[in-house]
C-alpha cells in the first residue's frame, strides 16, 4: 500500500506566495514520476507540473515562470513553490505519484499510480 499526504495550501492574496509538500510512505521501491494536478470548480483535472526520477520536470504554460517543483528522492516527498499567484490558480491541487512498490516492478515498469488527498489553494483580494 502507498499513501501520498499534502501540506500546505490556504489562502493568499494575489501576487502572493505559498507551498504544497507531498510525502509518499508505505511500499516503495522507487518513485518513477512524481506531480501536481490542479481542479478548479466546474473544470476538468488538469496536470500543473511533473518531475522525472531524473529531475526532468514538465510544467503547463500557464505556471511557467511562476511555479517551481522540486523533489527530495531520500524522503520521497515533493515540493511546489508557487509564486506571483492569480485568481485563476484558485483550484485544488492534487498530488500524484507513479510508485514502484519492487525490484521486479522497476525492471518492468510496473508501477502503481497514487493520489493525494488534495490541498485548496485559494487566490483572491
Known amino acids: 500500500q502507498v499513501q501520498l499526504v499534502e501540506s500546505g495550501g490556504g489562502s493568499v492574496q494575489p501576487e502572493g506566495s505559498l507551498r504544497l509538500s507531498c510525502a509518499a510512505s508505505g511500499t516503495i521501491f522507487s518513485i518513477a514520476a512524481m506531480g501536481w494536478y490542479r481542479q478548479a470548480p466546474g473544470k476538468q483535472r488538469e496536470l500543473v507540473v511533473s518531475i522525472s526520477s531524473g529531475a526532468g520536470t514538465s510544467y503547463a504554460d500557464s505556471v511557467k515562470g511562476r511555479f517551481t517543483i522540486s523533489r527530495d528522492n531520500a524522503k520521497n516527498t515533493v515540493y511546489l513553490q508557487m509564486n506571483s499567484l492569480k485568481p485563476e490558480d484558485t483550484a485544488v491541487y492534487y498530488c500524484?505519484?507513479?510508485?514502484?512498490?519492487?525490484?521486479?516492478?522497476?525492471?518492468?515498469?510496473?508501477?502503481?499510480?497514487?493520489w493525494g488527498q488534495g490541498a485548496q489553494v485559494a487566490v483572491s483580494s
Open positions: 500524484n505519484a507513479k510508485i514502484h512498490t519492487s525490484y521486479a516492478d522497476y525492471v518492468r515498469d510496473i508501477y502503481l499510480t497514487s
